[in-house]
């Protein structure tokens, strides 16, 4: 059942761009394209971005490399953020802040549009919470951009729901993305999730594998739990991680972020498995060390 609440707007597993551009890889035009083109050819049509990814620079990385994979822009989904301003000498800040205000939030839509070299974002998301955000400020932007078609809809990035329900009052909100795996299980405990049921909020799940597979070794109950359920399953490590995450009825979107083909294909066989119920405990369990209270 949890599969089919996915949100159809988006490919069920979106490719995250940060690790593209300075912060990571630093692919050149032609990789970026192959790597678009090999997404795309799978079925992953979303991508994801932010306008600070690489100090400012990945978005423009990634809009020629799209110019030049010749994809249809309508057949994809551009993803972004705004509202994190790091110090930057280009853009005369001094120190790492938020900005919620009205100009900003256009401005840095109306960049992020000539970087990918678009007439729209698909999705625009504020990156994280600020504590002095005015939401009658935030729904004035949005709203802005909305009726110019710059946008098609909004959502929102590591906002706990009653920061949601603030913004929420004026602005409908169709994603949240948060940070979601079987290391940060936080979500399907503490309401993020529950919330997301309730107001038909699609989540993201940022991070998705936690981590986990960049250590060599695990307890011994987590690498016995893993050999198991690869085998029962036919997954491989990462794939099962991310099925894990498929078998909430909220519908998880996960935004994964390597820049290898290969790992698309591994999260792609993820989204036909339907994980048992005593095996997703289980998983838990073997990370966290205990059972359900």
């Known amino acids: 059942m949890s599969k089919k609440q996915h949100s159809p707007e988006y490919?069920?597993?979106?490719?995250?761009?940060?690790?593209?551009?300075?912060?990571?890889?630093?692919?050149?035009?032609?990789?970026?394209?192959?790597?678009?083109?090999?997404?795309?050819?799978?079925?992953?049509?979303?991508?994801?971005?932010?306008?600070?990814?690489?100090?400012?620079?990945?978005?423009?990385?990634?809009?020629?490399?799209?110019?030049?994979?010749?994809?249809?822009?309508?057949?994809?989904?551009?993803?972004?953020?705004?509202?994190?301003?790091?110090?930057?000498?280009?853009?005369?800040?001094?120190t790492n802040h938020y900005?919620?205000?009205?100009?900003?939030i256009i401005n840095s839509v109306q960049r992020s549009l000539e970087e990918l070299q678009t007439d729209y974002l698909d999705l625009l998301l504020l990156h994280r919470?600020?504590?002095?955000?005015?939401?009658?400020?935030?729904?004035?932007a949005v709203q802005t951009l909305l009726d110019k078609g710059y946008i098609k809809s909004f959502g929102l990035s590591n906002f706990t729901p009653s920061q949601t329900t603030i913004i929420q009052q004026k602005l409908k909100v169709s994603a949240n993305q948060l940070e979601i795996s079987l290391k940060a299980n936080e979500p399907f405990f503490n309401g993020d999730l529950d919330f997301c049921l309730l107001h038909q909020i699609t989540p993201m799940a940022w991070a998705p594998l936690g981590g986990i597979l960049k250590n060599q070794s695990h307890p011994l109950i987590l690498e016995k739990a893993f050999v198991q359920l690869e085998k029962k399953y036919s997954l491989s490590r990462d794939a099962l991680l991310l099925a894990w995450l498929l078998k909430h009825p909220a519908g998880i979107h996960p935004v994964i972020g390597t820049t290898k083909?290969?790992?698309?294909?591994?999260?792609?066989?993820?989204?036909?498995?339907?994980?048992?119920?005593?095996?997703?405990?289980?998983?838990?369990?073997?990370?966290?060390g205990h059972d359900i209270p």
């Open 11 to 94: 490919s069920q597993i979106i490719v995250g761009t940060m690790n593209w551009g300075s912060w990571g890889a630093a692919l050149s035009t032609k990789d970026v394209a192959h790597r678009i083109e090999s997404a795309f050819d799978m079925g992953l049509t979303s991508f994801d971005h932010a306008d600070i990814y690489g100090d400012y620079t990945t978005e423009a990385a990634f809009g020629w490399g799209f110019k030049t994979s010749g994809i249809s822009r309508e057949s994809v989904q551009f993803i972004s953020k705004c509202g994190i301003a790091l110090k930057n000498k280009s853009r005369d800040t001094q």
């Open 99 to 104: 900005n919620y205000t009205y100009q900003y």
């Open 261 to 288: 083909v290969a790992r698309y294909k591994n999260a792609i066989s993820a989204i036909a498995i339907d994980f048992d119920i005593e095996d997703w405990f289980y998983l838990l369990a073997a990370f966290r």
């Open 129 to 140: 919470p600020s504590p002095l955000m005015d939401p009658i400020e935030i729904q004035q």
